[in-house]
């Protein structure tokens, strides 16, 4: 295969994993399918085992895009913030915010993908996630300013921020959605 088609396989296979990142997190895996994700990326589905092994293979490869984007804006709060509290309190604000509510397709994979990953019958969408978490995790220890308690403190920031998160995309429309979000915006302020 010469340079130039590698490149474009590669181009194509990243077009198809992104595609498939956002539609994961608006629709959950079983309702994507591989002519979707294809066909969203501008290629016919016949391609596809040109890049992937099987759908397993591409939504664990989606998974890992979706966590990458999450990891991307932490990152970012953190090098815009280095004081480790003002950093976290605007990782709050913007996570618990009606924006990122209303953008699923774009937004946490914590929230977007956690109950995809606990009915997951494929080992690698739970692997990608799991993965995906600690990550997570870990650059919430970091945001919280290190120590020996950041790693719990982490472990219960994000607990509250996905769980609140998942229930206000599910109540979106009714008054109760913004109330979740202010009210734990209003929690995770406390601490």
Do not use: W
Request: proline share 4%; hydrophobic share 40%; charged share 25%.
């Amino acid at each position: 295969m010469s340079r130039s088609s590698q490149a474009d396989a590669a181009r194509h296979r990243e077009e198809v994993v992104d595609a498939t990142s956002r539609m994961l997190r608006e629709r959950g895996a079983a309702n994507v399918s591989v002519q979707e994700a294809m066909s969203a990326a501008g290629l016919t589905h016949g391609g596809f085992y040109k890049h992937f092994r099987s759908k397993d293979d591409l939504v664990a490869a989606a998974t890992r895009d979706a966590f990458g984007d999450i990891l991307g804006r932490l990152d970012r709060v953190a090098a815009e913030s280095p004081d480790g509290p003002t950093a976290r309190d605007r990782l709050v604000t913007e996570y618990l915010s009606p924006e990122h509510r209303d953008a699923p397709g774009t937004g946490c994979a914590n929230a977007a993908l956690a109950t995809d990953a606990a009915r997951a019958t494929s080992p690698e969408l739970r692997a990608a996630f799991t993965d995906g978490l600690r990550a997570t995790v870990d650059r919430l220890a970091a945001v919280e300013g290190g120590g020996p308690d950041a790693r719990a403190h982490a472990l219960v920031d994000l607990v509250v921020l996905v769980g609140s998160l998942t229930l206000a995309r599910a109540t979106t429309g009714d008054p109760v959605s913004d109330e979740l979000l202010a009210l734990a915006r209003e929690h995770l302020a406390q601490r």
